[in-house]
C-alpha cells in the first residue's frame, strides 16, 4: 500500500510547503497547501455569494444609479417645469371648459329638439368655452412660471418663499387691470392658493416634525 499523505521526495504533504516548483514557462511560486491558507485572514474581501457568483457588496449601491450632467441639481427647477405647468394647465382648462361648455349648451338648448342647429350650437358652446379656459389657466401658468423663475435666479435659492411670491405677483398682474383693488383681491388669492400649496407639499415633514402627543 502506498501512503498518499507523501509525495515522491519523502515530505509530507500536510503542513508542508515545497520551495519551488516548475511551471510551463519557467519555475512557479511556493507551494501552499490547502492547511496553511485556511488560517489566513481575508481581510478587506466580502463572502462571494455561492448563488449569483459575484461580490454582494456591488449589488447595493449608496448613491444614485443615474448619471447627472456636470453641474446638473438632482431634482428639476422652475425653468424645467415650467413646461410641464404652461402645458398640464392648459389642457386641463380645456377640459374643463369642454365639460362646462356641454352643460351650457345642454341648458340653453333644452327646449328645441335634437337637429342640426341645435348641434351646430352645442358644438360652438363647447369650443368656445374649451378655448376661453384654456387661455385663461396657461396665461395664469405662464405668469407664475415666469415670476418663479426670475425669483429663482435672482436669490439664487429655490424655496417655498419662491412659491409664494411668484403667486402673489401672478394675481396682482392678472388683476391688475381692474384697479388697485382688483390687484389687491388677484393678490390676495395668490397669496392663498400658493400658501396652501407650500403648506400641502410640506405637509408630510411638518406632521413628522411635530411633537407627539399621548
Known sequence: MFNMDKDPSGS?????????????????????????????????ISPISPYLNVDPKYLLQD??????????????????????????????????????????????????????????????????????????????????SAFGVIIEKARGAEDDLNTIV?????????KSPGGLRGAARGGLVGLTLSGLYALYSNWDRLKGSSPTRY
Open 63 to 144: 448613491t444614485d444609479e443615474f448619471i447627472l450632467p456636470t453641474g446638473a441639481n438632482k431634482t428639476r427647477g422652475r425653468f424645467e417645469l415650467a413646461f410641464f405647468t404652461i402645458g398640464g394647465c392648459c389642457i386641463t382648462g380645456a377640459v374643463f371648459g369642454a365639460v362646462n361648455g356641454l352643460r351650457m349648451g345642454l341648458s340653453d338648448t333644452r327646449n328645441l329638439a335634437w337637429s342640426k342647429p341645435r348641434n351646430v350650437q352645442i358644438l360652438n358652446m363647447v369650443t368656445r368655452q374649451g378655448a376661453t379656459w384654456a387661455n385663461t389657466l396657461g396665461s395664469v401658468a405662464l405668469l407664475y
Open 12 to 44: 509530507s504533504s500536510t503542513g508542508s510547503r515545497s520551495p519551488g516548483g516548475f511551471g510551463l514557462f519557467g519555475s512557479a511560486g511556493p507551494q501552499y497547501s490547502n492547511t496553511e491558507l485556511a488560517g489566513v485572514p481575508l481581510t478587506g
Open 166 to 174: 411668484a403667486g402673489t405677483m401672478t394675481g396682482v398682474l392678472y
